[in-house]
């Protein structure tokens, strides 16, 4: 399974939403991954729930989530 770490990106005040949306692009159908986030993306859920994905978030730490997504139709 494939793994994102926007974190970096969050921590430094940027934006991850277009290279998350260009690491989606490059899964392969029916590929699941992992988000790790310092927020839980609920935006970005419903963005992706539109693209097919259904995600379940879980806070991991202060500051720290990981989102599993996987496609809705497996």
Avoid: Y
């Avoid at 926007?6 to 392969?28: T, W």
């Avoid at 970005?44 to 500051?63: D, P, S, T, W």
């Amino acid at each position: 399974m494939k793994q994102l770490d926007v974190r970096p990106i969050l921590n430094n005040g940027g934006e991850p939403f277009d290279d998350i949306m260009k690491f989606v692009g490059e899964l392969q159908p029916g590929e699941s991954f992992e988000l790790l986030a310092t927020f839980r993306p609920d935006p970005l859920l419903q963005v992706l729930k539109a693209q097919g994905f259904k995600g379940e978030a879980r806070e991991r730490g202060a500051n720290f989530w990981s989102v599993m997504f996987t496609p809705a139709n497996t």
